[in-house]
């Protein structure tokens, strides 16, 4: 028996080692991968990890209502404050409100609450590093709204398109989040029936992945409407389609209303049908306004096959720039598909004379993961005001997004103008694998795409795979010592 023991102890520390030893392994090339200092002028690639600087959740948003219960078509005032959590200045901010009623059944997990406005609160909101904003703004209820626990969710993004906190698009990832209530004699308000809603004739899930459609195939999208009331209700419906989200006009592709009378008790399918869908995500919202209330609902279909790049969030990693202080540009960007392609990000600094500071640019490939590009540079002078200028072009050289961020000291407190916000990091070059990216569509990709990308993820994959070899040796080598024995013990 002792020899069995020294012989386990022997099968558990090589395979501790193995494990201690793989994983020093995957910890080194994942820094590999993550680790390199990229010069100020360099030559490779240009590609860092976007999560470097672009940090998701870094505004927090703390807004409430004045008070808790309200009537229809009464006016609400909300306020609160917002606070920049980064380490460089936010500006051109902008606060997006989406209003629901609760939900209280047991679909409310899988598809969420009912949606009966969305709205721009705030717009023009420059927000110093490491700083807090007052705010406040009103907002007036529909009429004949349900009685019943609402909420109010909270978003934050810069220049009408990059999400700094939720995502407005998703009805499960605010910023924040408050309640109230409204009392009214109404009983009941048109609703869209957001658990039977279906793209392509399939059950549409609002908290779920979707697959994405074939192009070829068109896309169909159909949402019951339904009247709860014992009268017929008029009602106009309008038909938004964006691309990507609805934060910024400039993505609606296409807008048309009808006019429908719903029976009392009774529901009508709204519909939009694509043929030949020309982009990989499509926001198709239907609106309903009428004598019996207000519903909202907006439904986000995939599609393969069409590669098309998207800018997110270029910025500045310090402000005001300093003679002599190093600074850093950046931004992030993607396929809004899941496709990968060649691409070309060109990011251009330039101060209130419209002279170039600093110019920067990556060519190479663009996937539906998040990826970034950044350069670090020394100005010669001070600058209080400049102007970034971002573009993205797709594999045929044509451009696919832009976007000019105005930065000004003296939109903050002026006070920031003479002084320093402190040097940033030098950005890490990654390089990207050479396999297939990790598909948008997996249930993991919010999870890890906007935590910092796979690395994590595989060296916990590579782990747990260790542990799992590891138990199967040590049990089939004890088995055979113990088995080896007994065979001892009756042959003696």
Known sequence: MREIKQKQKAVIYLFFGMLVAASLFLFGNAQAQTGDQLPPESGQTNLINCFQYYNFGSVDIRIDPSRYTY????????????????????????????????????????????????????????????????????????????PGEYLAQFFFEVSGKYNLAGLSFHSSMPGSVTSFAVKSAAGGAVYFDKDNVKVNGKPYGFRQ?????????????????????????????????????????????????????????????????????????????????????????????????????????????????????????FTCFHNAGVDRNKGRVILILKDDQGNIIKEHSYDGDVTGEMLGTAAEFVPEKNYNKVTLLAEIYNDKGELADSSVENYDCNRFDPSICETSSGEPASPLAITLPPEEPFAATSPLFWLVDYRGGKIILEIFAGIVLLIVAGIVVKKTVLNKEIDQNNLNITNG
């Open 71 to 146: 009537q229809s078509s009464e006016t609400m005032v909300f306020k609160g404050t917002l606070e920049n959590k980064n380490d460089y200045p936010v500006v051109d901010g902008e606060v997006y409100v989406k209003i629901y009623r609760r939900d209280s059944g047991s679909e409310n997990a899988r598809n969420g609450d009912f949606q009966i406005a969305e709205f721009k609160a705030l717009k023009g909101i420059n927000i110093d590093s490491r700083a807090k904003k007052g705010v406040n703004f009103d907002y007036r209820l529909p009429e004949r709204l349900a």
């Open 209 to 329: 992945v979707s697959q994405p459609e074939q192009s070829e195939n068109g896309i169909t999208v159909s949402a019951p409407l339904k009247n709860p009331t014992a009268e017929a209700a008029d009602i106009e419906i309008q038909k938004d389609i964006f691309f990507w989200d609805a934060l910024d006009e400039k993505n609606k592709l296409n807008s048309e209303s009808e006019k429908i009378t719903l029976p009392p008790n009774g529901s009508v399918d709204v519909s939009y049908a694509i043929p030949k869908p020309q982009y990989s995500v499509y926001l198709i919202r239907f609106t309903a306004k009428g004598s019996a209330g207000q519903s909202i609902i907006g439904v986000r279909p995939t599609v393969n096959g069409i590669f098309q790049p998207r800018l997110n969030y270029p910025a500045l990693a310090s402000f005001p720039l300093k003679s002599g202080q190093k600074s850093v540009l």
